[in-house]
């Protein structure tokens, strides 16, 4: 009788073992699963989140190539506007220097048409004034001399032509920082004046001081060192 106790009881309690293990299986399937949903879900986020960034990146290349491409583009706009601007000046340089010899050559035909005229209305042609012989003008900067009359921006061209010969104008301009008005009246002056010649052999054209001119400064800085 007592076996049979003790054999139902040890069966019980294998049941009660049997039945709470079943349970804990369950329990811990149920929690595989979930953390196999909740792994699921961040593979699922973090490649979407890579996905993402991917997209980013290109998005931020492909903007980067068009800023480089419009940049060139704007360079090389820029580099096509300034060679026009600077062909534009250099044949504004010539209009101006031709505008120059034209206005020279019409004085010319205003005396030549005016001496016509005295001609035709029996009058006697002009004659020209005697040129007295004088000794040559001293080249310092004082009073009486040639360079006298000369203004500083005028004798810093003459120095400049002396030291580099033939200068085109935009050089000229450039090195006295006078505007392009300001530096063809400037040399139009010296030229009318005898004190530059022009060198029409060459585009665009070019000026030089003239060889007795320059033969005058040579003896007076002689002058100047010996004394």
Same mark, same amino acid.
Request: aromatic share 6%.
């Given at each position: 009788?007592?076996?049979?106790?003790?054999?139902?009881?040890?069966? !019980?309690?294998?049941?009660?073992?049997? $039945?709470?293990? $079943?349970?804990?299986?369950?329990? @811990? &399937?149920?929690?595989?699963?979930?953390?196999? *949903?909740?792994?699921? %879900?961040?593979?699922? /986020?973090?490649?979407? *989140?890579?996905?993402?960034?991917?997209?980013?990146?290109?998005?931020?290349?492909? !903007?980067?190539?068009?800023?480089? *491409? #419009?940049?060139?583009?704007?360079? #090389?706009? /820029?580099?096509?506007?300034?060679?026009?601007?600077? !062909?534009?000046?250099?044949?504004?340089?010539?209009?101006?220097?031709?505008? /120059?010899?034209?206005?020279? &050559?019409?004085?010319?035909?205003?005396?030549?048409?005016?001496?016509?005229?005295?001609?035709?209305?029996?009058?006697?042609?002009?004659?020209?004034?005697?040129?007295?012989? =004088?000794?040559?003008? /001293?080249?310092?900067?004082?009073?009486?001399?040639?360079?006298?009359?000369?203004?500083?921006?005028?004798?810093?061209?003459? %120095?400049?032509?002396?030291?580099?010969?033939?200068?085109?104008?935009?050089? $000229? #301009?450039?090195?006295?920082?006078?505007? #392009? =008005?300001?530096? !063809?009246?400037?040399?139009?002056?010296?030229?009318? %004046?005898?004190?530059?010649?022009?060198?029409?052999?060459?585009?665009?054209?070019?000026?030089?001081?003239?060889? *007795?001119?320059?033969?005058?400064?040579?003896?007076?800085?002689?002058?100047?060192? @010996?004394?």
């Amino acid at each position: 009788m007592d076996f049979l106790v003790i054999e139902v009881a040890f069966l !019980a309690t294998m049941m009660a073992a049997s $039945i709470l293990f $079943i349970q804990r299986i369950r329990m @811990a &399937q149920k929690e595989y699963e979930a953390s196999k *949903e909740a792994t699921k %879900n961040i593979v699922v /986020s973090f490649f979407r *989140e890579i996905s993402r960034e991917r997209e980013r990146r290109e998005t931020i290349s492909a !903007a980067v190539e068009v800023v480089a *491409e #419009r940049s060139l583009e704007a360079l #090389r706009i /820029s580099e096509e506007t300034r060679s026009e601007i600077r !062909a534009f000046s250099d044949k504004l340089d010539k209009a101006v220097e031709g505008l /120059s010899t034209v206005r020279g &050559q019409v004085e010319t035909l205003k005396q030549r048409k005016d001496w016509k005229v005295e001609v035709v209305e029996g009058k006697p042609p002009r004659e020209k004034a005697l040129v007295k012989t =004088e000794p040559p003008p /001293s080249l310092s900067t004082g009073e009486g001399g040639v360079l006298s009359r000369l203004n500083s921006t005028e004798l810093i061209v003459l %120095n400049l032509l002396e030291k580099e010969g033939e200068t085109t104008v935009p050089k $000229i #301009r450039e090195r006295i920082g006078k505007t #392009r =008005e300001h530096t !063809a009246r400037l040399l139009k002056k010296l030229y009318d %004046n005898g004190f530059i010649d022009r060198v029409t052999g060459t585009v665009p054209y070019k000026y030089k001081i003239r060889k *007795e001119l320059r033969d005058l400064l040579a003896e007076q800085k002689k002058r100047d060192v @010996a004394s």
